[in-house]
């Protein structure tokens, strides 16, 4: 594991650039307010879909059509019952909420990750293309992640915020904007 930042100044440098904090913040803060309001805890189609817009960006409208087979109802079961999981082992725990969560089409482990981060930022951090070559430096990008690399990326990301005094969800948006800063070729002030 490469170490990708020097001190907690650097990881808030980043997160001060980050091209789109304010609608990750947005996003997050109404997850938790909704959380406060819903016992259980569930996400609706529309919710559901307003974490797809955020997650896949330019590429939302590739599968809308094959993602409109999730009816309100089965993303409001899917995910309550995802929410609900709790393990004494975090690893299990993590790993049967990304399952219950994939069962909703279009939803794969890097959507599933972006759906936990957004619903609990001190506790998930997204899977991308861009963190994974950040950490790793693979030879050829990676878009696709099975259960156990996301739960040893997680341990990755949960130890460098507990370092940094920061959320994994500030880990995981410096370490993209580091990605986009470096990849294109822009200047890091």
Request: one cysteine or more.
């Amino acid at each position: 594991m490469r170490r990708l930042f020097n001190d907690k100044a650097e990881v808030q440098e980043l997160l001060k650039r980050a091209d789109d904090k304010e609608l990750t913040k947005t996003l997050s803060l109404k997850f938790a307010k909704l959380k406060e309001n819903r016992n259980p805890f569930y996400l609706n189609f529309e919710e559901l879909e307003d974490i797809l817009k955020w997650k896949l960006r330019g590429q939302y409208s590739r599968l809308r059509k094959k993602r409109e087979i999730n009816s309100d109802l089965n993303v409001i079961t899917i995910t309550k019952a995802a929410f609900a999981i709790s393990h004494s082992d975090k690893d299990i725990e993590t790993t049967l909420r990304l399952k219950i969560l994939s069962i909703l089409t279009g939803v794969e482990i890097p959507v599933a990750s972006a759906i936990l981060t957004l619903c609990y930022p001190s506790l998930y951090s997204v899977i991308d293309f861009r963190n994974w070559r950040q950490i790793y430096k693979p030879e050829k990008q990676k878009t696709t992640y099975s259960t156990k690399e996301y739960i040893d990326y997680l341990k990755i990301i949960r130890q460098w915020a507990k370092e940094f005094d920061v959320t994994t969800q500030d880990i995981d948006i410096a370490i993209w904007q580091k990605d986009i800063e470096l990849n294109n070729n822009l200047k890091i002030n």
